[in-house]
């Protein structure tokens, strides 16, 4: 039964990987229930604050995902408008897939700027803010998710 569920927990690990990059997929979610799912075998015993910090850290980046974008906006000269169109963005590029995903918030940081009153150049270089943001906070998930895979190996070993 550990052999099974080793196998599972990195199974779900390299689910977690694709999920950084892929739209709809929890990927540091998922690659943390690969860590508990290792710690129910009778072979992995991670310690209690190992596990609540990489709890801790799951949640911090997932919710960091959302809020990147929009710092990048802003970080770039955007105005509150702009931060508001790339967090819608965000969203509606859900519904359009990878693609959706990475230009959601780029577009509606860009159309939030126009709507702003401000020129087309500052519109852009708020948009390329969420897009750094987009950039960002997926190199933030692929780090989380290499982290706790190496864990796991080295766990094994």
């Known amino acids: 039964m550990d052999i ?10 390299l689910i977690g990987i694709i999920g950084c990059i892929v739209p709809g ?10 860590l508990w799912i290792a710690q129910a075998t009778g072979c992995i015993d991670f310690s209690w604050q190992f596990l609540l910090i990489w709890g801790l ?5 997932s919710v960091l995902d959302y809020v990147v974008p929009a710092w990048g906006t802003k970080q770039f000269g955007g105005t509150q408008w702009g931060v508001w169109g790339s967090t819608i963005g965000i969203f509606v590029g859900l519904f359009f897939g990878a693609l959706g995903v990475i230009l959601g918030p780029l577009v509606g940081a860009i159309i939030g700027e126009l709507l702003a009153g401000k020129q087309l150049n500052e519109a852009l270089k ?3 803010g969420s897009f750094i ?4 906070g997926t190199l933030l998930k692929l780090i989380a998710c290499g982290l706790m895979t190496v864990a796991l190996i080295q766990a094994i070993w």
Not at 4 to 13: E, N, P
Not at 57 to 61: A, C, D, E, G, Q
Not at 133 to 136: C, E, R, W, Y
């Open 57 to 61: 850290v799951t949640i911090v980046i």
């Open 126 to 128: 708020a948009g390329w």
């Open 25 to 34: 997929l929890p990927g540091v979610p998922i690659a943390y229930v690969g």
């Open 4 to 13: 099974f569920l080793l196998i599972v927990a990195f199974v779900m690990m």
């Open 133 to 136: 943001g987009i950039l960002f």
